[in-house]
């Protein structure tokens, strides 16, 4: 059909995360040495609201529009060649501790430290379109 596939999107979804991650410098592994947390997904909604192309240029927008006691929700607005609006998605992470197997997991509040990294990009949706 010439457009890419549903399925790559969640690809998207984790490059986003792993580059935001990176640029406030907590990558993954950075996180659990620091602050003794792991922040698995419990929530990954998509829609798609018009197809790209295939070797279309995207520009995968990354923002946090929610912070709750144990979990967040990261929001991603992914746009094609002209401005036009591929995907909406979300994740919702939970902050949960490390260690104990994944038999164990007990969430946790979110570090006030992680947090106040993240805090130039938590925008509500209406801001961040």
């Not at 419990?42 to 529009?65: C, G, K, N, Q, W």
């Not at 094609?80 to 164990?104: D, M, P």
């Not at 947090?115 to 949706?125: A, E, F, K, N, T």
Request: negative net charge; charged residues 25%.
């Amino acid at each position: 059909m010439g457009i890419i596939r549903y399925d790559a999107y969640t690809r998207f979804y984790e490059l986003g995360e792993s580059e935001l991650l990176r640029h406030v410098r907590l990558p993954h592994r950075v996180i659990g040495e620091r602050f003794g947390i792991a922040i698995p997904r419990r929530v990954m909604h998509m829609e798609f609201t018009s197809a790209p192309v295939l070797d279309e240029r995207l520009e995968v927008r990354v923002y946090i529009s929610h912070v709750g006691t144990t979990s967040m929700t990261l929001n991603f607005d992914i746009y094609g060649e002209g401005g036009a609006l591929r995907s909406l998605g979300y994740l919702v992470l939970v902050c949960v501790e490390t260690g104990g197997g994944a038999t164990q997991i007990t969430k946790r509040a979110w570090p006030e430290e992680f947090i106040r990294l993240l805090g130039d990009y938590q925008m509500s949706v209406e801001e961040a379109r």
